[in-house]
């Protein structure tokens, strides 16, 4: 019996959760938010974001992509990456918004996926833009820089 159990347990596959590696190798658990209905809802009502957790973004094309900060109730840092997974735009300490109308963040340079962090992150891991960090499990991205 104690041996169809091991033989069980080491058959069932390892369900890893995506994860995200920055430059001073500090790690990030992300959740994806890869379909329309997950990019609308994004981190809206949740009043905490776990300090290794982040949600990541991840588009079809490059592109200028705006995010706002309407029903989400704690700070976050948005930090734009290339298809490659270099940093392109940090916007840092994006405040809440209750009430229309809410700032937009906007890339200055096209970018296929964008995370988000609890603000102060960015600083605190010394992210700036070209940098760049390793994703792994995570469908479709980075593409190793093709568009």
Request: aromatic share 4%; hydrophobic share 50%.
């Given at each position: 019996m104690l041996a169809l159990l091991i033989v069980l347990a080491t058959a069932a596959p390892v369900k890893t959760?995506?994860?995200c590696v920055v430059p001073d190798g500090g790690r990030l658990v992300l959740e994806l938010a890869l379909t329309d209905q997950e990019k609308a809802t994004g981190l809206m009502y949740r009043d905490k974001l776990p300090a290794d957790h982040g949600m990541l973004f991840v588009f079809d094309r490059d592109d200028i992509l705006s995010f706002w900060m309407k029903n989400t109730l704690i700070p976050l840092d948005i930090i734009w990456f290339d298809a490659g997974g270099r940093i392109v735009d940090i916007s840092a300490d994006a405040q809440p918004c209750r009430a229309d109308p809410c700032p937009k963040f906007t890339n200055s340079r096209p970018a296929r996926?964008?995370?988000?962090?609890?603000?102060?992150?960015?600083?605190?891991?010394?992210?700036?833009?070209?940098?760049?960090a390793t994703f792994q499990g995570v469908p479709r991205f980075p593409t190793g820089g093709r568009t």
């Open positions: 959760s995506p994860l996926a964008v995370l988000l962090v609890n603000a102060g992150y960015a600083g605190a891991h010394d992210l700036k833009p070209g940098a760049a």
